[in-house]
């Protein structure tokens, strides 16, 4: 069991082919909950998924409520990436088969998801009036939980 | 002394747009080795920087020689981020000080640039056809380097 990622509605087509492209690269699943803000056939999106879309193991959910039955049904642990927080990445402690959840680059998630999540965490940054972009975070707490979980690829 | 970013001669503007916000949100000075292929003034540079360009510490160097001359009067390490090695950035040592360096985006750093670098990391993925985009790995590089030289801030 390794770690996977989830995108809560995305609504910026860049960052979703971005994460997409990051699944592809480390082997990590991507569970996209819909409704999304774009289409798939999005220029943007295919630009930057690029050819990656082919070789991620992607996941498609209808709805927040069908992915969070479907993940409880397995066991698996829900980890909220949010500012919203006081839990540091770095102080958490990963399990392999956890699910990192994203919110929406323009709302995060709605308080009854955050609420529904097993745990919440956070990159340590001062506050600050803005933050990371949301590929560039998830790939940084992605990479910290993959370290953990002994999840990276052998290199060969 | 802090871990710092370089960015030798980068030619994608959002790429360092988004490496710039990076470098500010995490309050890591970012070093800029021209020539760039792009001006600063160009709009998908803008675009990706946002107002985040005026609260980075940024340095501009006129060419490699110079910056390396500047880093060795400082006694600072020059680490290269390339997949031309086989040491994973996770079984690396960091020193605070140390400068992660990212090659260019179509060619990464020429042979003679790569010899002078004291060291060489990678992230461990298994070899494929492509790879992450420069700025997703240079945060995930910087995230371990922060991490193991306890250079995140302080959560408020």
Same mark, same amino acid.
């Given at each position: 069991?390794?770690?996977?990622?989830?995108?809560?509605?995305?609504?910026?087509?860049?960052?979703?082919?971005?994460?997409?492209?990051?699944?592809? &690269?480390?082997?990590?699943?991507?569970?996209?909950?819909?409704?999304?803000?774009?289409?798939?056939?999005?220029?943007?999106?295919?630009?930057?998924?690029?050819?990656?879309?082919?070789?991620?193991?992607?996941?498609?959910?209808?709805?927040?409520?069908?992915?969070?039955?479907?993940?409880?049904?397995?066991?698996?642990?829900?980890?909220?990436?949010?500012?919203?927080?006081?839990?540091?990445?770095?102080?958490?402690?990963?399990?392999?088969?956890?699910?990192?959840?994203?919110?929406?680059?323009?709302?995060?998630?709605?308080?009854?998801?955050?609420?529904? &999540?097993?745990?919440?965490?956070?990159?340590?940054?001062?506050?600050?009036?803005?933050?990371?972009?949301?590929?560039?975070?998830?790939?940084?707490?992605?990479?910290?939980?993959?370290?953990?979980?002994?999840?990276?690829?052998?290199?060969?």
């Amino acid at each position: 069991m390794n770690i996977e990622l989830a995108l809560y509605q995305p609504d910026i087509p860049q960052n979703t082919g971005t994460i997409l492209r990051l699944g592809a &690269c480390l082997n990590v699943p991507v569970h996209i909950i819909h409704p999304t803000g774009f289409h798939f056939s999005d220029k943007l999106f295919r630009r930057s998924a690029m050819d990656y879309a082919q070789n991620v193991q992607m996941h498609e959910h209808d709805s927040f409520q069908k992915f969070d039955l479907w993940r409880k049904q397995r066991n698996k642990r829900l980890v909220l990436m949010t500012t919203k927080t006081q839990k540091s990445v770095y102080e958490f402690e990963f399990n392999p088969g956890d699910i990192l959840l994203a919110g929406r680059e323009s709302a995060g998630v709605p308080t009854q998801v955050a609420s529904i &999540c097993d745990a919440l965490v956070r990159l340590p940054m001062a506050p600050r009036l803005r933050s990371l972009n949301v590929s560039l975070a998830t790939a940084m707490i992605l990479g910290e939980a993959l370290r953990q979980t002994d999840g990276f690829g052998p290199l060969s």
